[in-house]
């Protein structure tokens, strides 16, 4: 994805946000919901100005913040290589916590946004998008895996972000059909673990069996 196509995606995102809540900034509740339980029962609630500021700041943020990695990424660890990866997940992101406000203002004037399955959508593509162009995330300091051992060795980092990105995949698709199908909270969780854990794990495993320790070496000998 092109930088000028990524950005006019985002500025699309973002102007979308900022409309919807001057829109209905005067019907909003003083205090907005912001919080929903298991059942979409709302379980917290946040002063207007304080909500609306919150909401609108994500997607801003995480733009900038996005726009920052390039910038300041040291020697040897430039993101050149997948810039085209990271305006892909520039605008992922930005479009997730854009549309996650905009779901919640319409909540708040009465608008039946269906938060929660929606939510699970926007979790589920968040996941499945990421992880198709995870593999192709190379080595740096900000994005991906990183563990001691996928930033030690090149191959390391290449095969642990290939299987990671299978598994974010096969957990957005989990959590899209948790959106249309009751599944147990325990399961939800056990997903998220293994999404999170086990490549963590994994590269443990493959730096070992590709470069060893210190230690393995002493033993050897």
Not at 73 to 88: A, D, M
């Amino acid at each position: 994805m092109s930088k000028n196509f990524a950005n006019l995606l985002c500025f699309l995102f973002i102007g979308a946000t900022i409309i919807t809540a001057i829109v209905l900034y005067p019907t909003l509740p003083e205090q907005v919901p912001t919080h929903w339980n298991a059942a979409g029962n709302v379980d917290d609630c946040t002063q207007r100005s304080w909500a609306v500021g919150t909401l609108l700041s994500a997607p801003i943020l995480a733009f900038l913040l996005m726009k920052i990695i390039p910038a300041i990424s040291p020697k040897g660890y430039r993101t050149e290589e997948f810039i085209g990866v990271l305006h892909i997940f520039q605008v992922t992101i930005v479009g997730f916590a854009s549309a996650i406000a905009v779901l919640v203002f319409l909540e708040a004037v009465g608008i039946d946004a269906r938060i929660n399955q929606m939510v699970f959508i926007g979790v589920g593509l968040l996941f499945f998008i990421l992880g198709n162009y995870l593999g192709k995330v190379r080595k740096n300091f900000f994005m991906g895996i990183r563990t001691p051992w996928t930033l030690a060795s090149d191959e390391v980092w290449n095969r642990t972000h290939r299987l990671g990105g299978w598994l974010f995949m096969a957990g957005g698709l989990f959590m899209i059909a948790a959106a249309f199908v009751a599944i147990p909270t325990r399961w939800l969780v056990g997903v998220i673990l293994v999404v999170a854990l086990f490549p963590v794990i994994w590269s443990y495993v493959l730096y070992r069996r590709i470069e060893g320790f210190a230690g393995d070496e002493r033993r050897d000998n």
